[in-house]
């Protein structure tokens, strides 16, 4: 299973942006996607979660009602809706996939197998 983020860029706080995470690979169904983040100089911080189905989202309260996960079973194709973007939302952004959703609710780097490179997401005051 391969992920691949798309989507980053450089914005002013209050705007919004849209990051993408495509899945691909010989058995690229049925995964939890995660969503993880990293400012330079501190640890990886977690984002949230979206279900296999889509029908369940979870958020880390830091950015709960600002961001929203979605995904495209079709298109293999997982989205992060990033709005009132923030300062401290600046980070590089990076999805992660588990077969698993019990342990996406753990929340750390290693209940996810698979990882993409991650895309930068620079906001500006």
């Known amino acids: 299973v391969q992920l691949e983020e798309s989507g980053g860029g450089l914005v002013q706080a209050g705007d919004s942006l849209s990051l993408s995470c495509v899945i691909s690979?010989?058995?690229?169904?049925?995964?939890?996607i995660g969503w993880f983040r990293q400012a330079p100089g501190k640890e990886r911080e977690y984002v949230g979660f979206?279900?296999?189905?889509?029908?369940?989202?979870y958020y880390v309260d830091s950015v709960k009602g600002r961001f929203t996960l979605s995904r495209d079973r079709a298109r293999k194709t997982v989205f992060l809706l990033m709005n009132n973007l923030k300062v401290e939302d600046t980070a590089a952004y990076f999805c992660?996939?588990?077969?698993?959703?019990?342990?996406?609710?753990?929340?750390?780097?290693?209940?996810?197998?698979?990882w993409g490179q991650g895309t930068q997401v620079t906001v500006s005051s």
């Open positions: 690979g010989p058995q690229a169904e049925g995964y939890t």
């Open positions: 979206i279900s296999w189905t889509g029908e369940i989202t």
């Open positions: 992660a996939a588990t077969t698993l959703m019990s342990r996406a609710y753990g929340g750390t780097s290693r209940d996810f197998d698979y």
